[in-house]
């Protein structure tokens, strides 16, 4: 059997291939159909450049049908789909195409120039653009090509796509994922979620990432669910689409602006028999205000770049609110304590997963990879969690010293080490304070030298032209000395303190 991921998607499109898949905001339509013609010419065209096998084809797209048609042509011609965030700039975009040794990038029309020039230094043999409204030259050139193609033979293990995480030491590793841990995920997450037929999915989640792509587009695609595209998160469009959705899945950021949003009522929700959190953890007070407006609790649900969903609250029984619920159907997961001895009853431990879900290592990091499993096949997650007496799973921290803020990963050590660079900064910390909004709120705690002059204004514009936008700290703050503990460790848990009201 064929154990290609789009294999498993079509054997289930929906027979009437003219109902739709795809709506946009703009009222485009994409039927059944579209999705299965349009990347069959987009896989012709990569088929005809003559690439070597598991080439991974970068991607660096704004959200559109047209991308997700492109991830799903990846998958056919059986090379590796490699997403990279919208926000990453040139010196980012740099190290993931030295890293991945993409032979194809497809970028935004409007960054060609600078995109393609560090492709060709990097080795890609093609860089391809495609716009939002269908622009660029990944379009023109697939519309020459033909609309059949017979989607490639997949082994299980073979690679599906890579996602890059950031490292603890500020160095992005790319987790691969084969087809089969695509796979059991969505099949698992399809049975456990109930979909249903006459689902409809409000997509407004980035397609760059673990959340938008795999847990939301790929159980749409796996159910033959239509889904309408937003753009990007808007509380009030999303308020005017819900009535028309089903099932709605989004950061815990998404959920605390809904409910700033007038006109978010129980009304408005009626026809949604779904929400779903993660990504980042859902305050217990979002999760009671929801309730209270809407009438509907929200499913929260766990999970990782390198191992898809690990845990869900449950979609019949009761969801309890500050828990990511029960681990998966198929997913093994156990806390151990500091000397990897499992935790008993309700203590606290470091938590690690087993599973066909869970990834096949770190891209060209094989020692890498090797630490972070046991010997026994056992990933370390690096979060720290706690079962309660009914077996729910809390994650009480972060073994790893990682910010999420709206959720996405930020890791101090690679925005520490752009501040250290800069001139008249001595030396740098920076945290996560929590944040209503954005869950926790990038803060940078500076040591300068006396004449240098800087103040709060002129490191923010620095970073922002170095980082993407929401890597960079939302505060700074500037001190004589970081507090160090006696190993000479910067105290960042007294800065959290210090700087939490930021
Ligand atoms: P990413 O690979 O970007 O999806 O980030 C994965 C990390 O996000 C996990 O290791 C957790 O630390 C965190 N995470 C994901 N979902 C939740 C959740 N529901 N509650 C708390 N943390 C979460």
Sequence with gaps: MNANLYALFAARFPSDRSACC????????????????????????????????????????EKSAE???LYLATLRTGHVYLPLNTAYRAAEIDYFIENAEPAVVVCAPENFGWTAQIAFKRSAAHVITLGADRSGSLLARAAAQSDAFETVASA???LAAILYTSGTTGRSKGAMLSHANLASNALTLQKYWHWQDGDVLLH?????????????????????????????FDAAEVVRYLPRATVFMGVPTFYVRLLAEAGFDRAACSNVRLFVSGSAP????????????????ILERYGMSETVMLTSNPHDGERRGGTVGFPLPEVELRLVDEHGQPCSGTGIGGIEVRGPNVFCGYWQMPEKTAEEFTADGFFKTGDVGRFDADGYLSIVGRSKDLIITGGYNVYPKEIESVLDDLPGVVESAVIGVPHAD????????IVCRADAGLCESAIVAALKA?????????????????????????????????????
Excluded at 473 to 497: C, H, I, S, T, Y
């Design 282 to 297: 859902l305050l217990l007070d979002t999760f009671n205000s929801f309730a209270a407006r809407t009438g509907q609790v």
């Design 204 to 232: 407004a989640l980035p397609l760059f990432h673990v959340h938008g792509l795999f847990v939301a587009s790929n159980a749409a695609l796996l159910n033959g669910s239509k889904m309408i595209f937003l753009a990007r």
């Design 22 to 61: 795809i709506e946009t905001a703009s009222g485009a339509f994409y039927s059944w159909g579209d999705i299965e013609r349009a990347s069959a010419r987009m896989a012709n065209l990569f088929a005809g450049l003559g690439l070597p096998p598991a080439s991974r084809i970068a991607v660096q797209v």
């Design 438 to 445: 954005f869950g926790e709120a990038v803060t940078a705690v």
């Design 67 to 69: 991308a997700l048609i």
């Design 156 to 158: 299980p293990d073979d």
């Design 466 to 502: 170095r980082i993407a936008n929401f890597k960079v700290p939302k505060r700074v703050f500037f001190v004589e000395d970081l507090p160090r503990n006696a190993m000479g460790k910067v105290q960042k848990n007294l800065l959290r303190e210090r700087f939490r009201e930021g």
